[in-house]
């Protein structure tokens, strides 16, 4: 004879299973919110002493700057002008809530005035870091940008060689030309225009070059000292090409090989910063 089928028996079945499986299921939400947890707080800490040692960086340069008495050049006003806007960004976002391309932004800021003061003490002092920083490589952001500019960027890497007496004079002359076209490209004046009637215009009518990077920077929301900053920094990039305009290296020159290679960083990392800053909403990290 079969057994006598109990209702009840199956109900009290079927809670305990349903009961076991929200243990499971909570266990494992459990699980993997702790390792999200981890996980941004691991980021987080990475970020933060990346924040720190930026700023760190950036306090050794500016003394070891301040520790020089000699006169002050053109290209040593522009860094100074530079750290003094920089100061005022840093100020500004330390006290307020920031989106993750703002967040990009800054960090960019940052990372541009470390390689300021470092070019700064490099090429005036010979004060060589004890840190290397980083290369970037810039080809393929130039590339999305304009086939020319990435051509015109490969042909200055190939001036860039220490058996070229002239390798100081064709790379930066290269360089500038690269950094004119670039914003020009990403802030044409008609669009400057367009977008801002009222912008500050040069002495031949066209659109200034802060116009234009606060062209480039309209999707970001940022703060007018970001635009002031990224003004700054371009204007020290092509003071620095004013000094190694004329200069050979080695023997014949003023400046050794190892200061053009600090000079390529500099370019590189500006670069880098432009496009950044020209990428607006469509920022990649």
């Not at 199956?10 to 939400?29: D, G, P």
């Not at 005022?88 to 920031?98: A, E, K, Q």
């Not at 300021?116 to 952001?141: C, H, M, Q, W």
């Not at 400046?255 to 020209?278: D, M, P, T």
Request: aromatic content about 10%.
């Amino acid at each position: 004879m079969p057994p006598r089928f109990n209702m009840s028996q199956l109900k009290s079945q079927m809670r305990q299973a349903q009961r076991k499986a929200e243990r499971q299921m909570q266990s494992e939400i459990n699980r993997a919110t702790r390792k999200y947890e981890n996980e941004m707080n691991r980021e987080r800490q990475k970020y933060n002493a990346a924040v720190r040692h930026n700023q760190q960086l950036i306090n050794c340069e500016i003394d070891k700057l301040k520790s020089h008495t000699t006169a002050q050049s053109d290209y040593l006003a522009s860094i100074y002008a530079m750290y003094r806007l920089y100061t005022i960004v840093r100020n500004f976002y330390t006290d307020n809530n920031i989106t993750s391309e703002q967040d990009y932004i800054i960090n960019l800021v940052e990372q541009e005035q470390v390689n300021g003061l470092i070019t700064a003490n490099v090429v005036e002092y010979r004060d060589f870091p004890t840190e290397s920083i980083k290369d970037e490589e810039i080809g393929d952001e130039l590339l999305l940008v304009s086939k020319d500019l990435y051509n015109r960027w490969q042909g200055a890497i190939y001036a860039l060689n220490p058996l070229n007496p002239d390798a100081a004079r064709h790379f930066c002359t290269s360089v500038r030309e690269i950094f004119t076209d670039f914003i020009e490209s990403k802030a044409p004046d008609a669009e400057v225009f367009a977008y801002k009637p009222d912008a500050e215009r040069t002495k031949q009518g066209n659109a200034t070059r802060k116009e234009k990077i606060r062209y480039m920077m309209r999707d970001l929301e940022m703060e007018d000292c970001v635009v002031d900053f990224a003004d700054a920094d371009i204007q020290n990039i092509l003071e620095l090409f004013f000094i190694f305009n004329g200069a050979t290296h080695g023997e014949a020159g003023k400046y050794e090989f190892a200061a053009l290679l600090q000079v390529k960083k500099r370019v590189e990392q500006g670069i880098h910063f432009l496009c950044g800053i020209s990428a607006g909403k469509e920022i990649k990290r």
